[in-house]
């Protein structure tokens, strides 16, 4: 079957840490992957995403590289910043008879103290 | 620009009953995208509609239905209702059909439902 597999949290920084959140995946076939993250108070947003092996996704100095060989997609961000405190899902969509498949990690919450 | 706005925010019911929750797409985006979060099982896809008609299903029994309008607003509906149900309900709105981000989705901010 499908499924995503994130690093649980919580997990807690300081800022301008260095930021690993590690996300891997199984799927039947080659899946889109995702970052989303959600802010307290606000709805899930977008994070950055990556449709095929190598790619790299980017957003706001957040990366992430789609490793075929490792099944992984893991986030990382080089100096965090206290407003980058939410939760951040990996996610994968993959395409399977015409039908779209949308499965999320369970979420890792992130706080950065000042 | 309004965002997607999904009506009511808060809902309590009681098991057995049913419940109908909506979901006002951004002006001129034609798919709506629902989606449960629960403490326990996180976020799950509950299906996707485009020009009113269902094109992707996750895994949720048929208790769980929706629909979509010509207008591109969207009902989602679940009929006697467990105390599982208790859920922040998410909707998300896009340009064009799928949900493989060729188009960015945009989320709503939910509809929070207690089961009691």
């Known amino acids: 079957g499908n499924s995503v597999t994130q690093m649980e949290g919580p997990v807690t920084l300081s800022e301008e840490a260095f930021l690993t959140i590690n996300c891997t995946y199984t799927?039947?076939?080659?899946?889109?992957l995702f970052w989303y993250v959600q802010y307290p108070g606000e709805g899930l947003q977008l994070l950055l995403k990556?449709?095929?092996?190598?790619d790299k996704g980017s957003n706001k100095g957040f990366e992430a590289t789609y490793r075929k060989e490792t099944t992984s997609f893991h986030l990382e961000k080089g100096s965090v910043q206290v407003s980058d405190s939410a939760v951040y899902f990996c996610?994968?969509?993959?395409?399977?008879?015409?039908?779209?498949?949308?499965?999320f990690g369970k979420g890792t919450k992130l706080t950065v103290n000042p | 620009k309004a965002g997607v706005t999904q009506t009511p925010r808060y809902l309590i019911k009681t098991r057995g009953q049913q419940v109908t929750l909506s979901c006002s797409p951004i002006?001129?985006?034609?798919?709506v995208s629902w989606y449960q979060q629960t403490p326990g099982q996180g976020l799950q896809f509950l299906f996707e509609?485009?020009?009113?008609?269902?094109?992707n299903k996750g895994n949720f029994p048929g208790r769980f239905s929706g629909r979509q309008f010509s207008n591109s607003r969207s009902e989602m509906n679940v009929s006697t209702l467990e105390l599982g149900d208790s859920a922040l309900y998410l909707c998300?709105?896009?340009?064009?059909?799928?949900?493989?981000?060729?188009?960015?989705?945009?989320f709503g901010p939910g509809t929070r439902l207690t089961v009691l």
């Open positions: 002006s001129g985006h034609r798919s």
């Open positions: 998300a709105s896009s340009l064009g059909p799928g949900l493989a981000g060729t188009d960015t989705q945009y």
């Open positions: 996610a994968l969509i993959i395409t399977q008879g015409g039908s779209e498949k949308l499965v």
């Open positions: 990556a449709t095929k092996a190598d």
């Open positions: 799927a039947t076939g080659y899946p889109s």
């Open positions: 509609y485009f020009s009113e008609t269902q094109r």
